[in-house]
């Protein structure tokens, strides 16, 4: 699915008949799993603040705070102007719903083609992928709460636990955590990853990297 998001497809409709489906599937499904409401459950009565690349929505579903949340990346759940031509992000369950209820032969029907309000290009989604990634009211909101949330705790105790990141993009949440801690002896970063567990040597003592899957080592936490 997420190779499937940068093939250069020759129409707008085959392009949503695509992307309509992954968004169902990734956004608006409930895939069941457990993982995130166990997290929920470890740091429910602590103070957190949730950092995140992922664009699937799946910590607000599970009952996190939204004000405690920062998507750096974008939603699954947002349409953009594919120019930028203004700063406003839009719902839009309703109309990937009829997308995937209405497409035959992997193409929507021309009239669903979502379309900006105010220059009329057509519309795209809110994932960052290039220069006209808009962030919105609600994006900036998010990040100045997560910088206050840094700010407090700067040189107090913290954990830094990163769950599950690559080096896709490691300078939104790796390398800061690893600086973090760096600057402040009261910080502990735990890395939690399968077969990427790993931490600069600078900061080894005051590191926990485990070498696991995410559920299992949750489920344990949660447990005792």
């Known amino acids: 699915m997420y190779s499937g998001g940068f093939y250069p497809y020759k129409t707008l409709e085959e392009f949503w008949a695509f992307w309509s489906r992954n968004i169902e599937a990734n956004r608006y499904t409930d895939t069941g799993s457990t993982v995130y409401k166990e997290l929920l459950e470890i740091v429910r009565n602590k103070e957190y603040f949730v950092l995140t690349t992922n664009v699937d929505h799946c910590f607000q579903k599970a009952g996190f705070d939204k004000k405690r949340l920062f998507y750096t990346q974008g939603d699954y759940g947002l349409f953009q102007c594919s120019k930028a031509c203004h700063n406003k992000t839009y719902d839009n369950e309703a109309v990937v719903?009829?997308?995937?209820?209405?497409?035959?032969?992997?193409?929507?029907?021309?009239?669903?083609?979502?379309?900006?309000?105010?220059?009329?290009?057509?519309?795209?989604?809110?994932?960052?992928?290039?220069?006209?990634?808009?962030?919105d009211e609600g994006w900036y909101r998010a990040c100045s709460s997560y910088e206050d949330f840094i700010r407090r705790y700067a040189d107090g105790n913290i954990l830094l636990l990163e769950l599950g990141v690559g080096m896709n993009t490691p300078v939104i949440i790796k390398?800061?955590?690893?600086?973090?801690?760096?600057?402040?002896?009261?910080?502990?970063?735990?890395?939690?990853?399968?077969?990427?567990?790993?931490?600069?040597?600078?900061?080894?003592?005051?590191s926990i990297c485990i070498d696991g899957d995410i559920a299992d080592v949750l489920r344990e936490l949660k447990n005792g």
């Not at 795209?124 to 962030?135: A, G, H, K, S």
């Not at 955590?177 to 009261?186: A, L, V």
């Open 97 to 135: 719903r009829e997308m995937v209820a209405r497409q035959t032969d992997m193409k929507i029907p021309s009239e669903l083609i979502p379309k900006c309000p105010v220059c009329g290009a057509p519309m795209t989604t809110n994932l960052r992928v290039d220069e006209t990634f808009v962030q």
């Open 175 to 206: 390398y800061p955590f690893w600086k973090m801690t760096g600057q402040n002896r009261s910080a502990v970063y735990a890395c939690l990853n399968y077969g990427e567990a790993f931490c600069p040597d600078a900061i080894k003592r005051q």
